[in-house]
T-cell receptor, first 114, second 118 residues
């Protein structure tokens, strides 16, 4: 079964600085990979997804992520963080066989300092 | 309104009571899901449905019941609520098409129901 690890529970970044959120997955083949963002009291919004093709994926709100098969990683990046990016970010992995459910990581809370 | 809506947004109930959380989507998506979100666990799948009258268990189904008599509705029932079921519950939906996984489209989530069992 697939699994996903987000090693950082909290990250604090200064406004205008770059951001990288880590995500490592466990799955035998090429998985479906997703990043979602959750603002306080809200549902989850899809930032970007990857399942084939170019390993650098562009998403909404200026985010991008890179799939690295050799490292089993799908890290989320943004070159310049805005205060409105403060939220919780979830990485999720889906298998490409059987019932293709999404398995979520435990999330990383991003704090943006002025 | 178009989209996926959950009701109620907040619910407090007593241990042992039956509670039903509602989920309604207007896209006619074939797949629907229920997740619970708990600190330190992320989101865990409770039940899912591939179409009307087709449901199956997810990762943490014990104590929950679902039904899907219509494509647009996917209610989740706690038959006898326990304190361990205090959580935030999210419904999600996804379209699919012949030969294409729902994961190709990603899931769209509702705003959640915060349930407290006292």
């Amino acid at each position: 079964a697939q699994s996903v690890t987000q090693p950082d529970i909290h990250i604090t970044v200064s406004e205008g600085a770059s951001l990288e959120l880590r995500c490592n997955y466990s799955y035998g083949a090429t998985p479906y990979l997703f990043w979602y963002v959750q603002s306080p009291g809200q549902g989850l919004q899809l930032l970007l997804k990857y399942f084939s093709g170019d390993t650098l994926v562009q998403g909404i709100k200026g985010f991008e992520a890179e799939f690295k098969r050799s490292q089993s990683s799908f890290n989320l990046r943004k070159p310049s963080v805005h205060w409105s990016d403060a939220a919780e970010y979830f990485c999720a992995v889906g298998a490409n066989t059987g019932f293709q459910k999404l398995v979520f990581g435990t999330g990383t809370r991003l704090l943006v300092s002025p | 309104d178009a989209g996926i809506t959950q009701s109620p947004r907040y619910k407090i109930t007593e241990t042992g009571r039956q509670v039903t959380l509602m989920c309604h989507q207007t896209w006619s998506h074939s797949y629907m899901f229920w997740y619970r979100q708990d600190l330190g666990h992320g989101l865990r799948l409770i039940y899912y449905s591939a179409a009307a009258d087709i449901t199956d268990k997810g990762e943490v189904p014990d104590g929950y019941v679902v039904s899907r008599s219509k494509t647009e509705n996917f209610p989740l029932t706690l038959e006898s609520a326990t304190r361990s079921q205090t959580s935030v519950y999210f419904c999600a939906s996804s379209e699919s098409s012949r030969g294409m996984s729902p994961l190709n489209y990603g899931y769209t989530f509702g705003s959640g129901t915060r349930l407290t069992v006292v």
